[in-house]
């Protein structure tokens, strides 16, 4: 069965500072992967996804992620954190049975400190 | 510019009062969806449609129905509403497998 699990409920990082937010993934089909982002009172907008091909990704806003099938890992990260950053960062599968449905981890909340 | 626009930012019901909560998408999506967003719980699958009038259950229905009279319309009813449905909904479409889901902005529901 699909699952997601985030490493982390709650990150905390200084501006400037890398950021990593962790997602691993279990599948019994070939993944579809995404990230998320959601800003407070908002609904979520995608910051960038996997489907096949290259498995480093780039998204949005200087995030990028990289699928690792071995690890069955989708780790997302940004090299200099920014205060905009501050939000709530889900990771999604592809559920089976098709229709683009799709499971979400729990979310990790992102702090970004001066 | 894509959008799925949820008409209800935030509602307060009472115990027992039937409540509709709409959603309209304008591209032309075949596949919406309702999700249910809860803290430390993500976000779940309350019901999807895949077609006019076509619908599924997702992973948490119970309380919950749905409707999908035309492709760019799909409304979640509470039949009758309780306090433990007090939550941020999640209105959501797509095409087919892979491509990016919308989402619309959320609709906040408190049942006192």
């Known amino acids: 069965a699909q699952s997601v699990t985030q490493l982390g409920s709650h990150v905390s990082v200084s501006e400037g500072a890398l950021v990593l937010l962790r997602c691993n993934y279990s599948s019994s089909v070939p993944p579809y992967l995404f990230w998320y982002v959601q800003y407070p009172n908002q609904g979520l907008q995608l910051l960038l996804k996997y489907t096949t091909g290259a498995t480093l990704v780039k998204g949005i806003n200087g995030f990028e992620a990289e699928f690792k099938k071995s690890e069955t890992s989708f780790h997302l990260t940004k090299p200099s954190a920014h205060m905009s950053d501050a939000a709530e960062y889900f990771c999604?599968?592809?559920?089976?049975?098709?229709?683009?449905?799709?499971?979400f981890g729990a979310g990790t909340r992102l702090a970004v400190h001066p | 510019d894509v959008k799925v626009t949820q008409s209800s930012r935030y509602l307060v019901k009472r115990t027992g009062e039937k409540v509709f909560l709409e959603c309209v998408q304008d591209?032309?999506?075949?596949?919406m969806f309702w999700y249910r967003q809860d803290p430390g719980l993500g976000l779940r699958l309350i019901y999807f449609?895949?077609?006019?009038?076509?619908?599924e259950k997702g992973d948490i229905p119970e309380g919950y129905s749905v409707s999908r009279e035309k492709k760019e319309r799909f409304s979640l009813i509470l039949e009758s509403a309780s306090t433990n449905q007090t939550s941020m909904y999640l209105c959501?479409?797509?095409?087919?497998?892979?491509?990016?889901?919308?989402f619309g902005e959320g609709s906040w529901l408190t049942v006192v």
């Open positions: 449609s895949y077609d006019v009038k076509m619908k």
């Open positions: 999604a599968v592809n559920a089976p049975g098709g229709y683009n449905k799709l499971i």
């Open positions: 959501a479409s797509t095409g087919t497998a892979g491509n990016t889901i919308y």
């Open positions: 591209m032309d999506h075949e596949n």
